[in-house]
T-cell receptor, first 114, second 114 residues
Framework: DAKTTQPNSMESNEEEPVHLPCNHSTISGTDYIHWYRQLPSQGPEYVIHGLTSNVNNRMASLAIAEDRKSSTLILHRATLRDAAVYYCILINPLRGAGSYQLTFGKGTKLSVIP | DSGVTQTPKHLITATGQRVTLRCSPRSGDLSVYWYQQSLDQGLQFLIQYYNGEERAKGNILERFSAQQFPDLHSELNLSSLELGDSALYFC?????????????FGPGTRLTVL
């Protein structure tokens, strides 16, 4: 199964953009890239997902490299509420029942400085 | 509030015992997922059910089992408990199967095995 690599931690100043990287050099052509975040003492929360094209939603933007071996989650203006652990995961829909994996890994802990 | 409910919030039990964790998915969601989160292992996918049928398995131990009932609620049964089973257990739900949908996570059940 394809794996993802993320930095253990990052810091950002409040109201500045944040770029959270994720490397997935062994990604397959049908792996979707999903991002979730987990605020302290809460369950994970969906942020965004994509396959090949860049994606935007109200929470963030997802920039996917042309070769798909890396992606970047962009928070346009960090707020204190964005301090969380951010997980990048790959999900493949074509492997059939019982064979896909949802491995979250350790993620990137984002600290936001007021 | 994600709309996913989990009971109980906290559970304290002894080694060798058996416990049942319960999850009610969001209204209309057919998929239910179970995850284990411990300090040293991060977030680990255990198992997924879709409309009552098992669809995918992750790192679930043989001592653990789950099922999804006709009303779509799910239970995770943990037996012959060991100290290492102490963790947060999250349930998530989604309208369909990965990777097209976001997962909505519940608040978790904290299990402490003494």
């Amino acid at each position: 199964d394809a794996k993802t690599t993320q930095p253990n931690s990052m810091e950002s100043n409040e109201e500045e953009p944040v770029h959270l990287p994720c490397n997935h050099s062994t990604i397959s052509g049908t792996d979707y890239i999903h991002w979730y975040r987990q605020l302290p003492s809460q369950g994970p929360e969906y942020v965004i997902h994509g396959l090949t094209s860049n994606v935007n939603n109200r929470m963030a933007s997802l920039a996917i490299a042309e070769d798909r071996k890396s992606s970047t989650l962009i928070l346009h203006r960090a707020t204190l509420r964005d301090a969380a652990v951010y997980y990048c995961i790959l999900i493949n829909p074509l492997r059939g029942a019982g064979s896909y994996q949802l491995t979250f890994g350790k993620g990137t802990k984002l600290s936001v400085i007021p | 509030d994600s709309g996913v409910t989990q009971t109980p919030k906290h559970l304290i039990t002894a080694t060798g015992q058996r416990v049942t964790l319960r999850c009610s998915p969001r209204s209309g969601d057919l998929s239910v997922y179970w995850y284990q989160q411990s300090l040293d292992q991060g977030l680990q996918f255990l198992i997924q059910y879709y409309n009552g049928e098992e669809r995918a398995k992750g790192n679930i131990l043989e001592r653990f089992s789950a099922q999804q009932f006709p009303d779509l609620h799910s239970e995770l049964n943990l037996s012959s408990l060991e100290l290492g089973d102490s963790a947060l257990y999250f349930c998530a739900s989604s309208p369909s199967v990965p990777p097209y949908n976001e997962q909505f996570f519940g608040p978790g059940t904290r299990l402490t095995v003494l």
